[in-house]
């Protein structure tokens, strides 16, 4: 990707179990640096699971306001304040899948969904890997594409103008530069391949650029803005779209879990849509094509199209693709919990 390559894969699951022995799990975003997930890790063990014995709830965001009362001036104090959304985004799912198996209900059922599954589209297709991966994925039956771009020694152009070439009648293209541009780099970038007619252009800039420099990139093209990945909270997501952000992104391992997704969904203006953020294992995962399936027609949750053993084996054959899309669990709970020969060969020994 644009920020550099990831030589590993670390994951960071958590399982929360309650009273009567129920049990529930979820995934806490630790994609990078290599061994994010012993730090997190530690964190949950050492800070976070002392404050969780003995409590109760009727809704899994009474969880994240008491941990948010008693321990955010602990992780500010620390510099950890964004760590600590990871790490209440995965107790959030880990909740909300003990929940529905406490309820015996499935998610389908408790949203009273009318189809058990979610749309996703293919996504990290790197330059090399077009003629490749987006024949296949089309074969699935996804219409969208999301291509990695930002990087000088392929020529953004260039990728896109394959992709296009490549994609079958009706499908769409979109654009990922994670972050890497300046204001007049992606102001060129973006008027180079607007007459390809990407659905969306995801973190064009950095999240953190001045609301300025996001709402004159707005107006200077016909390419709809996007991006969530890197934005925490219901408020920063809606100061996005006043800059004219049309494609928000949040990811449920990362900020506010399942909760802050369908919180966002309530408060989201006309026009704007909610296409989940995911990049990790199948927990995570399933967690996020529920919340496509809860946001409706309009929503889509990506799948990374490169090899990852954490999504396909970790949990078994559960993100399979047909016709573009992926069927929800039909049993009680939100999410497959991971196999446990799976989860013993993919365990990392120093946590």
């Known amino acids: 990707m644009a920020l550099g390559t990831m030589p590993t894969r670390p994951a960071l699951l958590v399982r929360i179990e309650d009273g009567s022995g129920c049990f529930g799990w979820g995934e806490i975003w630790a994609n990078f640096p290599p061994r994010a997930n012993l730090h997190k890790a530690h ?8 404050h969780l014995t003995n409590l109760t709830f009727s809704d899994p965001r009474e969880i994240q306001e008491a941990l948010r009362r008693e321990l955010s ?18 107790l959030d799912t880990a909740l909300w899948d003990l929940c529905l198996r406490h309820a015996g209900l499935s998610f389908t059922e408790f949203m009273g969904l009318s189809a058990p599954t979610a749309r996703s589209y293919a996504t990290s297709i790197n330059a090399e890997d077009l003629e490749r991966l987006i024949p296949f994925h089309a074969g699935l039956g996804q219409t969208h594409f999301k291509l990695k771009i930002g990087f000088a020694e392929h020529g953004n152009t260039k990728i896109v103008e394959r992709a296009a070439a490549l994609c079958p009648h009706g499908a769409r293209i979109m654009v990922d530069s994670n972050q890497s541009w ?3 780099q992606a102001k060129a970038s973006l008027h180079a391949i607007e007459d390809y007619n990407p659905y969306f252009a995801e973190e064009p800039l950095p999240a953190d650029a001045p609301f300025s420099d996001w709402e004159e990139l707005a107006q200077s093209t016909d390419i709809p803005l996007a991006g969530g990945e890197n934005i925490y909270g219901v408020a920063d997501f809606l100061t996005m779209t006043r800059a004219g952000m049309q494609v928000l992104q949040p990811d449920v ?3 506010g879990g399942v909760s802050g997704a369908l919180d966002l969904a309530e408060v989201v203006p006309d026009g704007v849509m909610i296409w989940p953020h995911f990049m990790g294992t199948a927990v995570g995962q399933m967690a996020a094509l529920s919340m496509s399936a809860a946001l409706g027609p309009n929503s889509a ?4 199209v490169n ?16 016709a573009g899309s992926v069927a929800l669990p039909a049993t009680p709970g939100l999410v497959h919990p991971p196999e446990p020969d799976s989860l013993r060969q993919f365990a990392d020994a120093g946590v």
């Open 301 to 304: 949750c990506e799948v990374d």
């Open 43 to 50: 964190l949950i063990e050492d800070v976070i699971r002392g």
């Open 307 to 322: 090899a990852n053993a954490l999504r396909t084996d970790l949990c078994g054959d559960t993100i399979t693709i047909k």
């Open 182 to 184: 300046t204001l007049d």
């Open 253 to 255: 391992a990362k900020w």
């Open 73 to 90: 001036l602990f992780f500010l104090h620390v510099g950890q304040t964004q760590v600590f959304e990871h790490l209440l985004a995965g």
